[in-house]
């Protein structure tokens, strides 16, 4: 049985509502239906798809795992580097080398409020935006 798509990533965090309102503001995800578990939390959409499944805990359980990055295919490169340094946020932008699968891919890293990595894959004819 193969695996088909990604279907959700979960972040563990102390605070629900600021980690929806970061994803919110960066990636445009929405709030949506959310099964009643007996633990606070959000799901965030796009698309209509749950994309993000977000739990609220009092600690970060120790040894919970680790999630090294999430990634997201997305557009407008120009957007998202004005959104990361209007909030001060520090962020990694690279490029695929030529010559093997996704030449000239743009990545771009940061980290949500809870120390996640994310990464936003642009497509190659993005253009670099000045000072990026």
Do not use: C
Request: avoid cysteine; aromatic fraction near 12%.
């Amino acid at each position: 049985m193969p695996i088909e798509r990604m279907d959700h990533f979960t972040i563990v965090t102390k605070d629900a509502a600021a980690t929806a309102k970061f994803y919110g503001d960066m990636l445009g995800f929405e709030p949506g239906p959310r099964p009643n578990f007996m633990f606070p939390g959000e799901w965030l959409y796009s698309g209509g798809k749950a994309i993000l499944h977000v739990i609220q805990k009092p600690e970060i359980p120790e040894g919970a795992g680790v999630l090294d990055h999430m990634a997201f295919w997305g557009t407008d490169l120009p957007s998202y580097i004005a959104k990361l340094k209007a909030r001060g946020l520090s962020y990694d932008l690279r490029r695929l080398p030529e010559g093997g699968p996704g030449a000239g891919v743009w990545q771009l890293f940061f980290l949500d409020p809870n120390g996640a990595r994310v990464e936003i894959d642009l497509p190659a004819s993005e253009i670099k935006p000045e000072g990026a």
